[in-house]
């Protein structure tokens, strides 16, 4: 069964930016199938995601469609007071529904909803009935927990509503009206979640994070207004708790709380409702990167004339890019792709298309937008990390750093490289452990070779990153100046992606930089389902939140995008190891 979890709070509580990485660090920790519901709509599993904004495998409830598009007009008519809660409703209404339907589609043991038809409805009504900011607004008793009380029973159990409640708020005397169109239309306006988590931070904090977002301020985004807002959601909640006497409530006071913070408040709050819930084991995989399907030959014929990626993917997408797909085939490093996926060897062609897309079906190969957007990486990499590199060295120390998975280290190589051209003994003072699977058995020999000619140390160890057993030998080097954690985001699992970042804070130094990447969902990511590839995809923000919570400065990390905004490249510096910022193990 289900939990359904409700986020609720104030604008500028941060509702949205806790729902999806909650979903994904849920996920990661407890090892559910989670889905979020709010900003976008998102179903992911501990190894693989499953729906994702641009990916949608499996198809996209008409609800959900609908419920993003009364989204969009709502935020148009924010200002108004009488247009903006028809169209916020019918959203709610909506999100709720699709919440519902994806939950039994996916068997999802989480779902976390921005808001809730009903609770956000009577959180807000005063606010557009008798707002605190406006002094011409009648001047009404505030309803109080008997009143929500009494509305609640309207709804769910058909009772009348009283007089005194369509006195003191007339805009909760539309609810039977509301309930009777929402019915008719076929959903429950009294449907409630089984958990809420109230988000709660003063007017005073919720402005001061609204405006520091530099866009639009709404009408009803103001002191007086959210002030107004949390009153009546604290007592919502009170008649929540009255309503449903099972109900879990968790009141967050997140005033003063880094959002990694919040969220890990969150994820404990949680813990114990969720401990009797479906655990789902890891499947078994393939080397990251690839996929158990076979790709070579025939098999390859018989993905691309599937019906499934015909309809839903090729032709929908083959102006994004997806006429490229079914050439691979014809190119060298597309055949080398089907048969080994994405190896060192492969990256090595993107890395260096000036050299290798030589020939017309290459040059298409190369021109793969999730290939393009892997080449930009590697520049933003070379442009980002030797600054980096000069400006220790020529303090005049030496400086440690560890890059895992490591592949050929372009990413590193390159910038030392360069600087070796302009002083040749400052990259002497470089010391580097670097790890990679290395399934081919083609990177530590080539890496050795350039590493022993420009000069400096370098250990290559051929293991799995995510054993413990083999990070052991990684921590008499440390602690290192530099982390490079590139290209494998998107094909680790989340536990394990959890695992290694908070190892990579507890092994950095605390002036040290963390240096990684994610994936957004594209077009590329259906053919990759279809494909049988398993992966994450991260937004820049949700990523950001996911280094918070692991004991980096998440909120300050630099974000910098390649140009078809696919992949982006994060560099974080790590938060105190204290008792506040250290991530307790899932």
Same mark, same amino acid.
């Given at each position: 069964?289900?939990?359904?979890?409700?986020?609720?709070?104030?604008?500028?509580?941060?509702?949205?930016?806790?729902?999806?990485?909650?979903?994904?660090?849920?996920?990661?920790?407890?090892?559910?199938?989670?889905?979020?519901?709010?900003?976008?709509?998102?179903?992911?599993?501990?190894?693989? +995601?499953? &729906?994702?904004?641009?990916?949608?495998?499996?198809?996209?409830?008409?609800?959900?469609?609908?419920?993003?598009?009364?989204?969009?007009?709502?935020?148009?008519?924010?200002?108004?007071?009488?247009?903006?809660?028809?169209?916020?409703?019918?959203?709610?209404?909506?999100?709720?529904?699709?919440?519902?339907?994806?939950?039994?589609?996916?068997?999802?043991?989480?779902?976390?909803?921005?808001?809730?038809?009903?609770?956000?409805?009577?959180?807000?009504?005063?606010?557009?009935?008798?707002?605190?900011?406006?002094?011409?607004?009648?001047?009404?008793?505030?309803?109080?927990?008997? +009143?929500?009380?009494?509305?609640?029973?309207?709804?769910?159990?058909?009772?009348?509503?009283?007089?005194?409640?369509?006195?003191?708020?007339?805009?909760?005397?539309?609810?039977?009206?509301?309930?009777?169109?929402?019915?008719?239309?076929?959903?429950? #306006?009294?449907?409630?979640?089984?958990?809420?988590?109230?988000?709660?931070?003063?007017?005073?904090?919720?402005?001061?994070?609204?405006?520091?977002?530099?866009?639009?301020?709404?009408?009803?985004?103001?002191?007086?207004?959210?002030?107004?807002?949390?009153?009546?959601?604290?007592?919502?909640?009170?008649?929540?708790?009255?309503?449903?006497?099972?109900?879990?409530?968790?009141?967050?006071?997140?005033?003063?709380?880094?959002?990694?913070?919040?969220?890990?408040?969150?994820?404990?709050? &949680?813990?114990?409702?969720?401990?009797?819930?479906?655990?789902?084991?890891?499947?078994?995989?393939?080397?990251?990167?690839?996929?158990?399907?076979?790709?070579?030959?025939?098999?390859?014929?018989?993905?691309?004339?599937?019906?499934?990626?015909?309809?839903?993917?090729?032709?929908?997408?083959?102006?994004?890019?997806?006429?490229?797909?079914?050439?691979?085939?014809?190119?060298?490093?597309?055949?080398?792709?089907?048969?080994?996926?994405?190896?060192?060897?492969?990256?090595?062609?993107?890395?260096?298309?000036?050299?290798?897309?030589?020939?017309?079906?290459?040059?298409?190969?190369?021109?793969?937008?999730?290939?393009?957007?892997?080449?930009?990486?590697?520049?933003?990499?070379?442009?980002?990390?030797?600054?980096?590199?000069?400006?220790?060295?020529?303090?005049?120390?030496?400086?440690?750093?560890?890059?895992?998975?490591?592949?050929?280290?372009? +990413?590193?190589?390159?910038?030392?490289?360069?600087?070796?051209?302009?002083?040749?003994?400052?990259?002497?003072?470089?010391?580097?452990?670097?790890?990679?699977?290395?399934?081919?058995?083609?990177?530590?020999?080539?890496?050795?070779?350039?590493?022993?000619? &420009?000069?400096?140390?370098?250990?290559?160890?051929?293991?799995?990153?995510?054993?413990?057993?083999?990070?052991?030998?990684?921590?008499?080097?440390?602690?290192?100046?530099?982390?490079?954690?590139?290209?494998?985001?998107?094909?680790? #699992?989340?536990?394990?992606?959890?695992?290694?970042?908070?190892?990579?804070?507890?092994?950095?130094?605390?002036?040290?930089?963390?240096?990684?990447?994610?994936?957004?969902?594209?077009?590329?990511? &259906?053919?990759?389902?279809?494909?049988?590839?398993?992966?994450?995809?991260?937004?820049?923000?949700?990523?950001?939140?996911?280094?918070?919570?692991?004991?980096?400065?998440?909120?300050?990390?630099?974000?910098?995008?390649?140009?078809?905004?696919?992949?982006?490249?994060?560099?974080?510096? #790590?938060? #105190?190891?204290?008792?506040?910022?250290?991530?307790?193990?899932?």
């Amino acid at each position: 069964m289900t939990l359904h979890v409700c986020l609720l709070g104030t604008d500028g509580s941060g509702k949205t930016t806790l729902a999806a990485p909650l979903s994904v660090v849920l996920a990661a920790e407890m090892r559910f199938c989670v889905g979020s519901a709010g900003e976008a709509f998102t179903v992911v599993g501990p190894d693989e +995601d499953l &729906l994702a904004p641009n990916f949608h495998p499996d198809g996209f409830p008409l609800s959900a469609r609908v419920s993003e598009w009364f989204k969009g007009l709502a935020k148009k008519a924010a200002n108004n007071r009488t247009i903006y809660p028809a169209f916020k409703l019918a959203h709610m209404a909506l999100q709720d529904r699709a919440a519902r339907k994806l939950a039994d589609r996916y068997k999802v043991d989480v779902m976390v909803s921005e808001g809730n038809t009903l609770l956000s409805a009577m959180g807000r009504a005063a606010n557009y009935s008798c707002p605190a900011s406006d002094p011409a607004s009648p001047i009404r008793p505030a309803p109080d927990v008997k +009143d929500l009380d009494a509305v609640f029973a309207h709804l769910i159990d058909g009772q009348p509503l009283p007089e005194r409640v369509r006195a003191k708020a007339p805009v909760l005397g539309w609810a039977s009206l509301i309930g009777r169109l929402c019915r008719f239309a076929g959903f429950d #306006p009294g449907w409630l979640p089984d958990a809420v988590i109230f988000l709660d931070v003063s007017p005073e904090t919720a402005l001061l994070r609204i405006t520091s977002r530099h866009g639009k301020i709404d009408r009803h985004e103001n002191v007086a207004d959210l002030a107004q807002a949390r009153s009546m959601y604290v007592k919502t909640l009170e008649a929540y708790r009255r309503c449903r006497g099972s109900a879990k409530v968790l009141h967050i006071a997140a005033q003063n709380l880094a959002p990694g913070e919040t969220l890990r408040a969150a994820i404990e709050g &949680l813990r114990p409702w969720t401990a009797a819930g479906r655990r789902r084991s890891l499947s078994s995989s393939p080397v990251l990167g690839t996929t158990n399907a076979q790709l070579a030959g025939s098999g390859f014929w018989k993905r691309v004339l599937d019906r499934r990626y015909l309809f839903r993917h090729l032709l929908p997408m083959w102006f994004r890019g997806a006429w490229r797909e079914p050439m691979f085939v014809f190119s060298k490093a597309g055949r080398l792709l089907l048969n080994e996926g994405y190896s060192a060897r492969v990256m090595r062609v993107i890395y260096e298309r000036e050299k290798s897309a030589r020939g017309f079906w290459d040059r298409i190969f190369v021109g793969y937008p999730l290939h393009r957007a892997v080449y930009d990486r590697l520049q933003i990499l070379r442009r980002r990390i030797q600054p980096e590199l000069e400006s220790r060295l020529r303090g005049g120390r030496s400086i440690r750093v560890f890059t895992a998975p490591s592949g050929f280290a372009d +990413d590193l190589f390159q910038p030392l490289e360069s600087m070796a051209s302009g002083a040749a003994s400052l990259v002497h003072g470089v010391d580097v452990t670097a790890v990679d699977l290395d399934p081919q058995g083609t990177v530590a020999e080539e890496t050795a070779r350039r590493a022993a000619k &420009l000069g400096f140390r370098f250990r290559f160890v051929r293991a799995d990153l995510t054993s413990e057993d083999v990070r052991v030998g990684f921590e008499k080097d440390g602690p290192y100046d530099i982390a490079l954690f590139v290209g494998l985001s998107s094909w680790l #699992p989340k536990p394990e992606t959890l695992s290694h970042l908070r190892w990579l804070r507890e092994h950095l130094r605390e002036d040290g930089l963390l240096v990684t990447d994610c994936f957004t969902a594209g077009a590329y990511a &259906l053919a990759g389902c279809y494909a049988g590839y398993k992966a994450q995809y991260y937004s820049p923000g949700s990523y950001r939140m996911l280094l918070d919570y692991c004991g980096f400065d998440g909120l300050g990390a630099m974000v910098e995008s390649g140009a078809d905004r696919i992949n982006h490249v994060l560099i974080a510096s #790590p938060r #105190p190891l204290n008792g506040r910022a250290r991530c307790a193990p899932g």
